[in-house]
């Protein structure tokens, strides 16, 4: 399998901190890895070593082939990097910026406007396209910025943490991207806090925390990892509460019913049909719900069983 | 954005971009570098109030040198403005050096440097354009401080061709006196630190000159270091050569002093820019 990017080992110091220690990321031509961890985890560390913006201390990382120390300029010609802040310059207007880019990528004034105005109507900023960038709006910004790291026609791109800060309905419009971008073949690595977000782009997933993958697999395979997703329901009427958290504890294989908000009850199932049985079971008990739905886990849960499970590996095998 | 639109279709009429197999275009230092300095001057042209320091400040301080020191230095404001005017113009490009310094500072903690650095063009190209487009901001100083001269009554008396020769070799040096302030940029942990250490440097280098008042009405000792002072060799060099005296010497020390300069701080600032970013 060709590997559009693969990290071996890294190891990166900053003075006495480990941001990151002996760290593994690959992905296969035309995939989206997704690297979940928290703040801190080495995200973004990880991501500025294969943009060339930072050399690690230890370990090596090849984009399409190429080493990123060794092979720097190759390497900067096939990626695009969207940081965390959007890194475009608020003093020019949208054309500006994308023209500017285009020029440095060696495209002739001509080639660089026509490709400008092309990025601009495809990401819904052509009114905006003569407005300085620091009167857009925080999604308009974002936009302006992943338009600016696709001029060149990356073939892998990095996005890191692309929708913090982004309401849903934008947060929506930048999954769309990612999604069209990988239909194009482009490769992307995605960093987020979000399990959710990993989910519904990545085809893997790299868990890190304080530098080290603690987990590493497709998403069907870490929600198995981590227990699955939450059945939550809200009875329409409190009184029915108890009877619903009988029902409940007959679906679920473990008996940890959690009450994580007035009113409602969560419990953990691993059953894809355990949806539908509990719909059933209410439904023959007459009982109405205002809420019933199937949660991921969150970040915290997925660490918290990850992390939880490492421990308890750890110490078996200290035993 | 519409949904309906596929992200990398391409209109036919579009160029295809630049791959890894393209060949590279010579020069691509020089090249990146004026690209980048366009960037600068846009970025002027739109915030014009950027040039405050080198518009409003050096009237005031041509007001403020000839109409209240002049008469009690030379006896009369006219011959007072014929002896500072070159002297201004020296004077106010040195500090407007300070600003790039205090600016980098700023802006390499910003995202869009990490954009360029993702590029790959050379990697001091907005180093090199940033000095570049500074050119713009002294040029627009000489014009300023020259036009408001004129107002007043300051005339060259030897020619315009060498009056020209006073303003390049003024703008050489400051594009010099750049990289210092540019290592400073790169050196020094916040902003308002360069700005402090710039005003430091350059206070004893302006005022510790022939800049305002003869050399001869000094005490030996400051007369010493006026001597050595490579500002009072500039603005020797543009005094002769805009209202007359002695110009081969100084002007060749002032280009030496740019050269050696030169070769000491833009490599050390090149140096630091490259390890800070």
Known sequence: MAYAFEAEGLVKRFGATTALAGVDLAAPEGTVLGVLGPNGAGKTTAVRILATLLRPDEGRATVAGLDVVHQAPQVRRQIGLTGQYASVDEDLTGTENLVLIGRLLDLSKRDALARARHLLGQFDLTEAADRVAKHYSGGMRRRLDLAASLVGRPSVIYLDEPTTGLDPAKRDDVWRLVRNLVADGTTVLLTTQYLEEADALADDITVIDHGRVIAHGTPAELKRVVGGQTLVVRPADPAHLDTVRGLLSQVSTGKNIDSPARGVLSVPVDDDSAMTTVVRRLDDAGIAVTELSLRLPSLDEVFFSLTGSREQIEQESAA | ?277
Not at chain 2, 50 to 76: C, E, N, R
Not at chain 2, 112 to 135: E, H, K, M, T
Not at chain 2, 140 to 152: C, E, H, K, Q, R
């Open chain 2, 1 to 277: 954005m519409s949904s309906t639109t596929t992200l990398m279709t391409e209109a036919p009429d579009v160029p295809a971009a630049p791959t890894s197999d393209t060949p590279a275009k010579p020069f691509p230092l020089i090249r990146h570098s004026l690209i980048l300095a366009g960037r600068s001057i846009t970025k002027i042209r739109r915030t014009p109030e950027q040039l405050i320091d080198v518009t409003v400040q050096p009237i005031i301080f041509t007001v403020l040198f000839v109409y209240l020191f002049g008469g009690a230095i030379s006896g009369s404001q006219h011959a007072y403005l014929q002896f500072v005017l070159p002297a201004l113009m020296v004077q106010t490009v040195l500090f407007a050096t300070l600003a790039i310094g205090v600016n980098l500072n700023t802006d390499m903690g910003k995202g869009v440097f990490d954009r360029f650095r993702s590029l790959p063009i050379p990697r001091s190209a907005p180093l090199v354009g940033a000095v570049l487009g500074d050119v713009v901001r002294f040029v627009t100083s000489i014009a300023v401080l020259l036009g408001f001269g004129y107002a007043i009554g300051f005339r060259v008396e030897t020619n315009a061709l060498q009056a020209l020769a006073a303003c390049l070799l003024v703008l050489f040096f400051a594009f010099s006196l750049t990289w210092v302030s540019v290592f400073l940029g790169t050196t020094v942990r916040n902003s308002g630190t360069v700005q402090g250490i710039g005003f430091l440097v350059m206070f004893p280098l302006t005022f510790g000159s022939s800049m305002f008042v003869p050399v001869n009405t000094m005490p030996g000792w400051l007369q010493a270091w006026v001597k050595v002072n490579p500002i009072t060799h500039l603005t020797e060099a543009c005094r002769g050569l805009m209202v007359g005296g002695a110009i081969t010497e100084p002007v060749l020390w002032s280009l030496g002093w740019s050269v050696a300069i030169m070769a000491v701080f833009a490599p050390l600032a090149v140096r630091m820019y490259r390890s800070r970013t």
